[in-house]
């Protein structure tokens, strides 16, 4: 059984911070690419970043330079550290992690957590 847990979210003034984090839990497990994805009312999901094990990332435009992904995969645990927020980046976010556990590889999402920015 894999867990992926998310916390850090939360309200903030636009122009703030903060720092999501998304950590796997389970036995036997090894990650490969991890990332992070939102969903705002009325919209498709759509991927924010993501990052492989050896640590090449990739970032929706909307987010350069603003955002940074990381992960401590001693830890199995991907962050979005998110500077200068904007009122758009309002969204659930959720992280997701491509898993091979005991031979078999799966995709496993997080139950998400709440990003409000005021402006």
């Known amino acids: 059984q894999v867990q992926l847990v998310e916390s850090g979210g939360g309200l903030v003034q636009a122009g703030g911070s903060l720092r999501l984090s998304c950590a796997a839990s389970g036995s036997g497990l090894r990650i490969n690419a991890m990332g992070w994805y939102r969903q705002a009312p009325g919209r498709q999901r759509e991927l924010v970043a993501a990052?492989?094990?050896?640590?090449?990332?990739n970032y929706a435009d909307s987010v350069k330079g603003r955002f940074t992904i990381s992960r401590d995969n001693a830890k199995n645990t991907v962050y979005l550290q998110m500077n200068s927020l904007k009122p758009e980046d309002t969204a659930v976010y959720h992280c997701?992690?491509?898993?091979?556990?005991?031979?078999?590889?799966?995709?496993?999402w997080g139950q998400g957590t709440q990003v409000t920015v005021s402006s």
């Open positions: 990052i492989t094990r050896g640590g090449g990332t």
């Open positions: 997701n992690a491509d898993v091979v556990i005991w031979g078999s590889t799966a995709l496993y």
